[in-house]
């Protein structure tokens, strides 16, 4: 591949993807600030010096910066970027400057206005899987055992063909797609099962194998592995309200997951070595834009969905951060010390940046990135 075409499948896609998930997620900010009455001064696709932007009516500059890796909402009251509190700008403020500054409204307006980001990145992922379950259908097969292979955690288990899985690890299964999330999620975990064999419920217990996996984008995974043969897919296309509240579900499903995923990773049951950056998305949404429009939709979604977990983690700098912080307001009856919050925020960056370094290095190794550059230019 020259480079040209490396650029256009890797990185211009990585860029529209990334794009379209920040639009998103600022925009969920802005609407709910303006609705609680909070002036919007920027906002804007990226960070650092402007590239092109204009005014709206409201005066909120709409701009695209020179580092599109993320982008941000700067409110009426913000001292940067990250909506730390301009204090000193604060205490000259008129009343009316007051009544539009985002420090100076209500705790549960400054929450909600925190919160709507990632909610719109969760409510985009629902609208983006309905779209694709009304259109061109869910993928479905009912969750009966068709073959059960020997020597596998199935067999071990007990399970014989015939058996319908009703419940995995405490939750009813109504198609065998949801088994295999949790399957697996959960290499070498015992987890409680339920079948139905003849009309009579069986109760036990499995324990998924551990399998070793290369992904097409030459990324190794361990995943769980049932040991049995289903169903073929079939493909059904959902009225809207079905559709909507599958795809919420689904997003629920993959929330759950993600989060699991990264609590295995903390304890040491899952390597780190999974976690991804900026270069594997960059990989990963060029090879799937390349495989249709059906899979990048389901990317896109899934990514959504990570930016909104990733968002809400407690880490000052993030939204869940400033939710943090809020809670702590809301105990204390008064918000956290100037010279606390910057402490926070100055671990948050630290933290960030690191977790940043080390996805980074991640892509580098998995990708071979070194190799691949020698290889481009020789």
């Known amino acids: 591949m020259d480079v040209l075409g490396f ?54 500059r709409w701009k695209f910066s020179a580092i599109p890796l993320g982008g941000y909402v700067r409110m009426f009251g913000d001292a940067d970027v990250a909506s730390r509190p301009d204090a000193a700008a604060s205490q000259s403020m008129t009343e009316e400057e007051r009544r539009v500054s985002f420090y100076h409204q209500p705790l549960g307006n400054r929450a909600a206005v925190v919160a709507a980001g990632p909610i ?4 985009f992922a629902i609208v983006a899987l309905a779209f694709l379950f009304m259109l061109y259908g869910q993928p479905y ?24 899985i009703v419940m995995l690890d405490g939750r009813e299964m109504d ?45 190794e995974h361990t995943v769980g592995r049932l ?7 079939k493909y059904v296309r959902l009225q809207p309200l079905a559709a909507l509240w599958e795809a919420a579900r689904e997003t629920l499903n993959l929330i759950k997951g993600t989060l699991e995923a990264v609590w295995q990773m903390i304890v040491g049951v899952r390597s780190t070595e999974e976690l991804g950056g900026p270069l594997r998305i960059a990989q990963m949404s060029g090879e799937i834009a390349q495989t249709g429009f059906v899979a990048l939709v389901w990317f896109m979604a899934i990514l959504s969905i990570n930016l909104g977990l990733i968002n809400l983690f407690p880490i000052p700098m993030l939204d869940g951060g400033h939710l943090l912080y809020y809670g702590i307001e809301a105990v204390r009856g008064r918000p956290l010390g100037e010279r606390a919050q910057e402490f926070g925020f100055r671990i948050g960056l630290a933290l960030v940046l690191t977790l940043m370094v080390f996805a980074t290095w991640n892509d580098i190794v998995q990708l071979r990135v070194v190799d691949f550059v020698v290889d481009l230019l020789s």
Do not use: C, K
């Not at 860029?15 to 804007?44: I, N, P």
């Not at 097969?141 to 319908?164: T, Y």
């Open 120 to 123: 719109a990145n969760f409510l």
């Open 175 to 219: 198609r065998f797609q949801e088994i295999v999330q949790l399957i697996v999620m959960n290499p070498g975990q015992t987890m409680d099962m339920v079948v139905d064999r003849d009309g009579e419920r069986i109760d036990m217990t499995i324990t998924p194998r551990s399998v070793q996996l290369t992904d097409r984008f030459g990324n």
């Open 227 to 233: 040991g049995v043969i289903r169903g073929a897919d």
């Open 141 to 164: 097969s009912p969750p009966v055992v068709q073959e059960v292979q020997p020597d596998g955690a199935a067999a071990e288990a007990g399970m014989l063909p015939g058996d319908r």
């Open 7 to 60: 650029v256009w499948n890797y990185g211009v896609m990585f860029l529209l993807v990334l794009t379209v998930l920040v639009f998103v997620h600022e925009l969920g900010h802005y609407w709910v600030a303006r609705r609680s009455g909070v002036r919007v001064e920027v906002f804007s696709i990226g960070f650092g010096p402007e590239i092109f932007g204009f005014y709206d009516r409201a005066g909120t």
